[in-house]
Structures are given as C-alpha cells and as structure tokens.
C-alpha cells in the first residue's frame, strides 16, 4: 500500500533533518503503528503522505500511484483523523457531516447515504443535532472519526484517537478501528498508548531524530529481539558497582545507564543473573525492581530509544 524510499525533510531555518534517509513499507490492508517520542518525525511523516507538506527528496508511492504525479487521486482514496478535533464546534453533528461532505464532493443521495452510514458506525444518532461544543471528549472523537470516514477511504491516517477520553469511549473507538481494518481499511496508527498498539496492530515501526530504527511485523520483531534485564535502583550507582558489572557481563556495551534504572539486552544464564545480584548486595544498593525475560513493546521501544514515549 505504502511504499517509501530515501525520503529526507528540513524545516526551514532548522540544522538537522526533520526526517533522515526514511525507507517504510506498509503492506494494504494493514494495521501499521507509527511509535517514536515526541519531535522523532512522525507528524512530519504523516504531514508528508498525507500531502500537507511538500517534499522534494526521496520516492513515496501509494497503491502503485507515484506521490509526486498522482497526489490528488492519492488523496482521494484517503483520509487523516487528526489529534486536534477536525470539526466547528458551534455546528451540529449533521451540519458538520454535510459541510465536510460537501468538500468532498459529495452530492445528493450520495451525501445523504455516507452521512447515515457514518453516523451509524460512530453511534452518533442520539446526537445528530447538539451543538459539537457540548460534546465530551468521547463523543468528539467520535465526531472525528465519523468526518474522517465520509469519503470512505481506503487508506486512514489515524493520529492519537483516544488522547482524553474515559475508557468506554476509548473501549468503543478502538472496536470500531478494528472493525475497519478487517473489513479492508489500511489503517496508519499512532499513539502513545503501548497496550493500543499491541492490540490493534499487525505491523510496525519505530523512528526516532527521523531514522527508522525498526520495522516489520510485531510478533516477528518482539521474537527477534535479545531478552533483556532491567534492574531499577533508588541509589545512585558509583563507578565501582559498574566497573565490576562490565566485569560479570558478556557483552557489556549491550548495558544502559538512564535515570538509576539500568538496561542489558543479551542472554544470561542463572549463575550470572546471581552473580549480578551477589554484586548488588555486597554494595548496599537499594533494588526497587529486578525484571529478567522477552521484551515486550514498551521495553522494545526503550531499548531502541533509550527515552519514554512523552519525552
């Protein structure tokens, strides 16, 4: 569905690339999540391929169709479901519905049909003539969401669905992304919510300063990755505790140092697991947590970023 290549960006005024050298590819019919810390690219990335900015390095195509010749008929066939609502606020649900249908030329019998399938979907029926401005947070999500669906679009860019909403409204949006995507929508998704993206998505990938530093089926990635040891401390950790940890280690430039909680990614066997625990009693360390096995998304993306997702 996506493919990308070499795709590079500078803001205006700015020293260092927006986006460095990006190659993605996402496969239609997917569930693609886009994870990186906040400034890692991913706004621009979505800016880009969702034609809001202009690049002029690198090659996208969408559906086989060239980004630089075929932009319009791109756009057509897809559609962007943004973090800020997307709607005016001192219109009803169905003013707003016939207002975004109409930019997209939508007429008649055609308008009238989308506006009540995607009033339908989004359960929006009780509300159809309430100001958007009265609305909770979950229900201008899915006002959001249902603007976003008018134009039936084949390829959905969803941007932080479910920011500052209670958990139904929350436990409802990500029902209806599922339903989405079996049905045949690609679906582009990011999020700063781990479980979301363990729940809903098939494939992935994580940029950080706009380098793809990882990407390819989830379960494929989480199996590839070295099992990983994550000790969190209340004391700060002296030069002699690390010096005689590098020491117990096989591959001590696998071992992380952030914020008193220390990362190793690499097999250890039980006799050295012990041996690190022997080390951290005979310094009087005070051990908060220690966590030995398989990565899961949120330790992945740790472990690649060396930051939390808000950073």
Sequence with gaps: MIDIEGLSYQYAGRDVLALDNVCLSVESGSCFGLLGPNGAGKTSLVSILTGLLDFSVGRIAIDGLDFSCERKAIQHQSALVPQEYAFYPKLSVLENLIFFGGVLGLRGSDL????????????????????????????????????????SPKLLYLDEPT??????????????????????????????????????????????????????????LLRDCHPQLVMEFTDKLDDDFMAGLHQLLPNPERLGLNDRVLRYDGELNSAQLASIHT?????????????YGELGLEQLFLSLTKKALRD
């Design 279 to 291: 080390l951290v009693s005979s310094q009087n360390l005070s051990l908060l947590r220690s966590e």
């Design 163 to 220: 920011v500052g909403i209670d958990p139904q409204s929350r436990q409802f949006i990500l029902e209806r992304i599922q339903e989405l995507n079996s049905n045949g929508t690609t679906i582009i998704y990011t999020s700063h919510y781990m479980e979301e993206v363990e729940k809903l998505c098939d494939s992935m990938a994580i940029i950080d300063h706009g380098k793809v530093l990882i990407q390819g089926k989830k379960h494929q």
């Design 112 to 151: 009238k049909r989308r506006i009540e399938e995607c009033i339908g979907f989004c359960q929006l029926e009780s509300v159809c003539s309430r100001r958007a401005t009265t609305f909770s947070g979950g229900l201008k999500r899915r006002l959001n969401l249902a603007i976003g669906l008018l134009g």
